[in-house]
């Protein structure tokens, strides 16, 4: 995911975003005069991994020529690469159902097999059968004999813009197996933290950037603490006790139940 920013014109209005689909509500009529990739079409190859802002909008000044982001009517979208190359979009109604399993960082994975048969109807020609199983630490969707990656893509950063979508949580596994945000306190010992998800955000960011070493250190009653965003783990350099680390989008209001 990018770090590049820019500021879009405020008078634009995101409730207005889909009224430009006319009669056809996938918005396929908008999609004959574009070459733009958008999220329901079978391929989904970009140059740049996010989804355009101004899409949700339909007011992308790229629409006709080639937007280099994926456009689509969500913040987020998921992907499978058949060839570890060529991405392919996934159904809505199932990008939907990974997404709020996703957010939930007590999910390791989704079972695919218990998704409803209707939500993987249009990716059936690639997976075969419904009995895959999706890691989402690894993103590897794996059945008995093979695997596929994947891959999700939020919007891309707006000045001004604050999206579920594109803000990460950071949580650690306490003492009694709960993920608890950094920043707040744990059921059983009250560990805490002087850090938060936006501090941790802004290291891993720069960590991705390859500007900075794979670690951070934060320190809370005394104590010094190692986040490793390689191994994903949390370590207090004293007692040498380790913590589990997750990182997770911020669920929109809207998918919560």
């Known amino acids: 995911m ?35 990739i958008w999220s329901w079409d079978e391929q989904g190859n970009v140059k740049v991994g996010e989804i355009c802002y101004n899409s949700i909008l339909n007011k992308c000044s790229y629409e006709a020529e080639g937007c280099s982001r994926l456009h ?8 499978i690469s058949k060839h570890d ?16 399993a996703y957010c939930d960082p007590n999910n ?15 990716i059936s020609d690639i997976l075969g059968t419904p009995s895959w199983k999706l ?14 990656h994947s891959r999700r893509l939020c919007t891309e950063k707006i000045v001004g813009k604050k999206l579920p979508s594109n ?13 608890i945000e950094y920043g707040k306190y744990d059921s059983q010992t009250h560990f805490g933290s002087e850090t938060n998800s936006e501090h941790i955000e802004f290291e891993f960011k720069k960590y991705l950037c390859n500007n900075r070493k794979n670690t951070m250190l934060f ?3 005394m104590m010094t603490y190692r986040i490793d965003f390689d191994s994903m783990d949390q370590t207090n350099l004293k007692s040498q006790v380790k913590r589990k680390a997750r990182r997770r989008p911020e669920l929109d209001v809207k998918y919560k139940y």
């Open 2 to 36: 990018s770090g590049y920013e820019y500021k879009i014109d405020e008078s634009l209005d995101e409730s207005k975003g889909n009224q430009n689909y006319g009669a056809n509500s996938s918005g396929q009529n908008y999609k004959n005069r574009s070459k733009s």
């Open 72 to 79: 689509s009517d969500l913040h987020f979208h998921w992907q």
């Open 85 to 100: 190359s060529e991405w392919i979009n996934l159904p809505k109604p199932l990008v939907i159902e990974l997404e709020v």
């Open 108 to 122: 390791d994975g989704i079972d695919l097999s218990k998704v409803e048969i209707k939500k993987l109807s249009e």
């Open 135 to 148: 890691n989402f630490d690894t993103f590897l969707l794996k059945s008995e004999k093979k695997s596929i």
């Open 167 to 179: 803000k990460y949580i950071w949580y650690f596994l306490d003492a009694k197996k709960r993920w």
């Open 219 to 221: 320190q809370y009653q």
